[in-house]
Each structure stands twice: as C-alpha cells, then as structure tokens.
C-alpha cells in the first residue's frame, strides 16, 4: 500500500508571520515496524515518576535563570527573535512508539481513530534570518485529549486513549515546511493548586542546534497560571499557535495551527 499523502494548502496572507505555510504533500508513510505487531501502540514499563515530582524536577533543571538569558542575547543580534527555550518536560517518550509519522489520530490495524479535536498543525522552520531550514528533524510529542500521556511517569488518574499515537516525526521541506495531524491535548492538574494549559513539546534538530520547545495554544484560561508560560515574557507571542479554520478538503470541524519554530542556527 502506497503511503497517505496531505493535500497542499495555499499560503493565506493577511501581514507579517499571518499567513498559513504551504502544508504540502508531506508524506505520512506508516513505519514498516508496525506491521510486525498493529494492535500495540507503546511498550512500556512500571511508572517511576509521580505527574508532580516529574514536573517539579524538569522545572528545576530547565528554570527561566538558564534559558531567558540566551533568548535575549540572541534576538538582540538578530533580526528575527529565536523561539523561546522551555524544558523538555518530563513525559518525553521512554519507548519510541512503533508508528512516529504524521498522522496521530490513527493506528494502522486500529479500527477506530483518536478521540478528540483534530489539528492540523503546521509551520515552518527557520533560522534567524527568516531561511527555511530544509531536513531539519521536528519531532512531537503531547497528551491525549484527556490531558494524558502515555508514558509510564504519568500518574494522572484521566483514561489512555489507546487509538491516538501520541508521538510523530517529519523532517522540513525543502522550504523548511512541516505538518502533522493530531488532536487538540487537554490540560492536566500537577498539584491540586495547579493545572498546566494544553501544549504541545517540540524538539527541532537542525545542522548546528537543537531546539526544545512548547507551543501553546490561545485563549486558555491555565495560560495565565502555568510558570512555563509566564516565563516567556516578551516571547509570548512566538509560542502561541495561531488557530485558523479548516479548508474545505478537511474534516468540518477540525482546525489549522500554525506554527513558526525559529532556530538559534542556520
């Protein structure tokens, strides 16, 4: 069977950083491992980590003190603003799932898709020069709509989804494009006091750099009490997604983000 491919999208402008990237026909080829055993989706082992303590420690390792610092020093030399540093966050798979394409809602040999809003994420990689960045390797990963991981740390009490993917990789066009299909991830409580926003994690590696983000999402009322995002400061702007309406050739009640990743360099 040949691989699924997207349908390309026009670029869309309306100012500066507005438009939506080509999102073209990428491929979402199915990893030939898969086929060895369809029905599993990860292989993992007895959690280790409670939710809280995971969290506390990446805070520790990754706090604003390290990487604001750096942001500032490279966007002050440059004319396009890096994307902001955050913490790789403890929930970075352990095990690799057997399919990482493009496509997170659905499982090959799973009759049924991924529960939950679907996103087509999208955006382009560049330097801070505004160059598209080709083959450089984005890799996701984020909770399921429940606001769940699956990930043996993960301690929060909401349900698995065992037909959403969780994780996906693509390398950039050409261009410096890049798009995934996946769902819109819930937020999940840490302490009873606090609840992180949906996100999603990013690690972009390019020639030179490695680049760990997180995007968020706009509007979110946990925006504005999550530390990770409060860190960002000027940077705000840069992690947010920016949330469009589908095209025609998408599902009804699906949505474009569309996100630039900006690395420290070419």
Not at 92 to 119: C, F, N, Q, S, W
Not at 197 to 202: A, M
Not at 228 to 254: H, K, N, R
């Amino acid at each position: 069977m040949s691989p699924r491919r997207l349908t390309p999208i026009k670029p869309a402008r309306s100012g500066c950083n507005r438009g939506v990237p080509w999102a073209g026909s990428l491929s979402l080829g199915r990893s030939a491992a898969a086929l060895t055993n369809p029905n599993e989706h990860m292989n993992y082992t007895k959690p280790v980590l409670s939710r809280r303590k995971a969290l506390q420690m990446a805070l520790t390792v990754g706090g604003t003190a390290c990487v604001q610092p750096i942001a500032s020093l490279l966007a002050a030399e440059t004319n396009r603003p890096p994307t902001f540093p955050n913490v790789l966050g403890p929930f970075y798979p352990v095990i690799k799932p057997m399919e990482k394409d493009a496509d997170l809602t659905r499982i090959r040999g799973h009759k049924r898709g991924a529960e939950g809003k679907i996103i087509h994420l999208m955006g382009r990689v560049l330097n801070m020069k505004g160059e598209p960045q080709k083959g450089s390797r984005v890799e996701i990963w984020q909770a399921n709509t429940h606001g769940r991981y699956s990930h043996p740390s993960d301690m929060n009490p909401a349900p698995l989804d065992p037909n959403f993917q969780g994780y996906g990789v693509q390398f950039t066009d050409k261009e410096g494009r890049y798009r995934f299909k996946t769902i819109k991830p819930g937020g999940y409580p840490v302490t009873p006091d606090y609840a992180r926003p949906p996100h999603i994690h990013f690690q972009v590696a390019g020639k030179k750099d490695l680049t760990v983000a997180q995007m968020f999402f706009p509007g979110e009322p946990l925006n504005a009490k999550d530390p990770l995002f409060q860190m960002l400061g000027p940077y705000t702007p840069g992690a947010i997604g920016q949330v469009l309406p589908p095209t025609p050739d998408m599902e009804p009640d699906s949505l474009i983000v569309n996100w630039d990743i900006t690395i420290f360099a070419s």
